[in-house]
Nanobody
Framework: QVQLVESGGGLVQPGGSLRLSCVVSGRFFSINTMGWYRQAPGEQRELVATITDYYTTNYADSVKGRFTISRDNAKNTVILQMQGLKPEDTAVYYC???????????????WGQGTQVTVSS
């Protein structure tokens, strides 16, 4: 069974920084694209950033230049480094990964449980 466990959320003042981590555990063949999404109260879940297994990155316009996504394949981990945080970044942040459980199988998407990020003075 594949599990995604996020950590690193919390309360931070505007202009501050946070580092989110998501560790993938369980039995699987490979991890493809990894990413972060967020959902604010009353809003739809939206893409924040993704990184492919070839390290190609993609960012939402609202976070470009402030957030950096990276991955450590040896640790099955994806990181979101957030700087210059704004109140509008307040949301629950979710990790999402595309995983192939066995060679020759198609990929399946998995979500983490979410971690709260609150930006407030």
């Amino acid at each position: 069974q594949v599990q995604l466990v996020e950590s690193g959320g919390g309360l931070v003042q505007p202009g501050g920084s946070l580092r989110l981590s998501c560790v993938v555990s369980g039995r699987f063949f490979s991890i493809n694209t990894m990413g972060w999404y967020r959902q604010a109260p009353g809003e739809q879940r939206e893409l924040v950033a993704t990184i492919t297994d070839y390290y190609t990155t993609n960012y939402a316009d609202s976070v470009k230049g402030r957030f950096t996504i990276s991955r450590d394949n040896a640790k099955n981990t994806v990181i979101l480094q957030m700087q210059g945080l704004k109140p509008e970044d307040t949301a629950v942040y979710y990790c999402k990964t595309s995983i192939v459980q066995q060679a020759g199988w198609g990929a399946t998407y998995y979500w983490g449980q979410g971690t709260q990020v609150t930006v407030s003075s």
